[in-house]
């Protein structure tokens, strides 16, 4: 079975571009939440799409908004990037309870 | 609300000794509990879960971790280590908000095995 795939593995922009991540769950997973991992801040909860609906979000500015497709797969958009934003983003896959497989993540750097 | 306290942000240990990492919880609600491990440039591993029954629980890489709910924590536990273990360690909960498996995590400890 393939994992939790995330696309791009790494981004560089310029502050105030915008920037869509991507994530394809593991085949018949039809939740997929994002997490956003700093050094200070360290992992924190975005939201959370299940069925292509938005059920859960975090405390972020309504520059991250997100989006899940029929087939689950779901992609994730940041809007007038600051420095701030540049961190690892986090993207799992579940189909229940404690069965939450993570991707490798995507770095977005921001300069 | 729920929140996660992981005492070490940091535990050098030597290989082959055992290590304990402590995690503590606070929630209002009953709570299904995880650690995982992040190696550098990758994404999180699930190393073992809580979610009911057997308060001892076993995972892979021969890590374990008990869930005492008297003390609130889920201390993770591994009677020797190796080199391989070298990596951040993260704790987290779940199951505040009906239907939604988003995870509570703490801040990570880095664990670091001397050869």
């Known amino acids: 079975k393939a994992g939790v795939t995330q696309t791009p593995r790494y981004l560089i922009k310029t502050r105030g571009q915008q920037v869509t991540l991507s994530c394809s769950p593991i085949?018949?997973?039809?939740?997929v939440s994002w997490y956003q991992q700093t050094p200070g801040q360290g992992l924190q909860f975005l939201f959370e799409?299940?069925?292509?609906?938005?059920?859960n979000k975090g405390n972020f500015p309504g520059r991250f908004s997100g989006r899940q497709f029929s087939n689950s797969r779901s992609e994730m958009n940041v809007s007038t990037l600051e420095l701030g934003d540049s961190a690892l983003y986090l993207c799992?896959?579940?189909?229940?309870?404690?069965?939450?497989?993570f991707g490798q993540g995507t770095r977005l750097t921001v300069v | 609300a729920q929140s996660v306290t992981q005492l070490d942000s940091q535990v050098p240990v030597f290989e082959e000794a055992p290590v304990e990492l402590r995690c503590n919880y606070s929630?209002?609600?009953?709570?299904?509990l995880f650690w995982y491990v992040q190696y550098p440039n990758q994404g999180l591993q699930l190393l073992l879960k809580y979610l009911s029954g057997s308060t001892l629980v076993k995972g892979i890489n021969g890590f374990e971790a008990e869930f005492n709910k008297s003390q609130t924590s889920f201390h993770l536990r591994k009677p020797s280590v190796h080199i391989s273990d070298t990596a951040e360690y993260f704790c987290?909960?779940?199951?505040?908000?009906?239907?939604?498996?988003?995870?509570?995590f703490g801040k990570g400890t880095k664990l670091s095995v001397i050869p």
């Open positions: 987290a909960v779940s199951g505040s908000r009906a239907g939604s498996y988003q995870l509570t």
């Open positions: 799409y299940f069925s292509e609906t938005q059920r």
């Open positions: 929630s209002s609600v009953s709570v299904y």
């Open positions: 799992a896959s579940s189909s229940g309870w404690g069965e939450a497989f």
């Open positions: 085949s018949g997973h039809r939740s």
